[in-house]
């Protein structure tokens, strides 16, 4: 299902299927090759949406800018997992593989030698807790994949999620700094996109701070394997549906013109607009009133947005949806 607000200057929000847009809009080729990949998804995920999103934007049919952003942020994805996977390699030694490790460089595990050493460095731990080496080797294998959307916090080895996590925190710096020498209602509106997007860092950063408690104790993991596993697939989907949007908005904000202050005041507005919020169970008692607040501005300066009540009606496509709506009651 999609929900549009306010479509045409209508006062509701309409709830269609995906496969029925069609029907409705003429989507350009990106968007119909887009639906068709995910129309045929069992469960939409925010990262297997990505996924989906990202496989179209490279293929050109967007335009040059989405698909050089796709095809550089795959590369940069890739190599950051690769280099996680030796990493984590490399963390479990030093925890585990005792004092013939301690000075064993990263590098030396990419040789037949060091990978020699790693093993039988691992043995002893294997041993002691009744675990197959070759069990070792495979769950930490399974462990870096499935941690790689966080990663680590060493150089080169952050997850997509640990850099947009530190993306928000950048955007938020930024627009309090651009919201400085604003006039008061555009300096409120900015401080609510800065609160919301400090929150949601502060909600992120927690389970991130989880992930790496686990890495951190790669001991635990390898002897509590299934509970690991179970425990780190929980806290990567939560980062997925909590960050999800977020890149979008950090992206609009990076491309605003410099020297057109009209622009960016627009740009502003449609942010806080949009801006994802967290849902009532996720987030502390004391916490929901500043929600709510962030929730009702959001729905006036949406409205101002649309211009709802305007007479700037599309009666076309209020025919359409009007129909649709007949159709499906």
Request: hydrophobic share 40%; glycine share 8%.
């Amino acid at each position: 299902m999609v929900t549009l607000p306010g479509l045409s200057g209508g006062l509701g929000t309409y709830e269609l299927p995906l496969d029925t847009l069609r029907d409705v809009f003429d989507l350009s080729v990106h968007d119909r090759m887009l639906f068709d990949r995910l129309l045929e998804l069992e469960v939409l995920r925010p990262n297997t949406v990505l996924e989906q999103a990202r496989a179209v934007a490279i293929t050109g049919v967007g335009g040059i800018e989405i698909a050089r952003t796709g095809l550089q942020r795959s590369k940069d994805e890739k190599a950051a997992g690769e280099l996680g996977q030796l990493a984590i390699l490399h963390q479990a030694l030093r925890q585990l593989g005792g004092a013939a490790v301690q000075d064993m460089k990263r590098e030396e595990l990419l040789t037949m030698e060091g990978q020699i050493r790693a093993r039988k460095a691992l043995n002893r731990f294997a041993s002691e807790h009744k675990v197959a080496n070759d069990t070792i080797i495979d769950s930490l294998g399974e462990w870096s994949k499935m941690s790689a959307p966080v990663g680590l916090k060493l150089d080169g080895c952050q997850g997509a999620l640990r850099v947009l996590a530190d993306g928000l925190r950048k955007f938020a710096s930024d627009v309090e700094e651009w919201s400085i020498s604003e006039q008061p209602d555009f300096r409120f509106m900015a401080g609510r996109i800065v609160s919301a997007t400090r929150a949601t860092y502060d909600h992120a950063m927690k389970r991130i701070a989880e992930v790496d408690g686990w890495n951190d104790e790669l001991g635990k993991v390898l002897t509590d394997w299934e509970r690991a596993k179970q425990d780190i697939a929980k806290k990567i989907e939560y980062l997925w549906w909590l960050l999800d949007g977020w890149q979008e908005l950090i992206d609009l904000w990076q491309k605003r013109p410099t020297t057109d202050r009209a622009k960016q005041r627009e740009i502003i507005e449609e942010i806080a607009s949009f801006a994802p919020v967290l849902p009532v169970e996720e987030i502390l008692t004391t916490e929901q009133q500043f929600w709510v607040d962030i929730r009702v501005n959001q729905m006036l300066w949406a409205g101002e947005l649309r211009k709802l009540g305007s007479g700037e009606i599309d009666a076309d496509m209020v025919d359409r949806l009007e129909r649709f709506r007949r159709q499906s009651a």
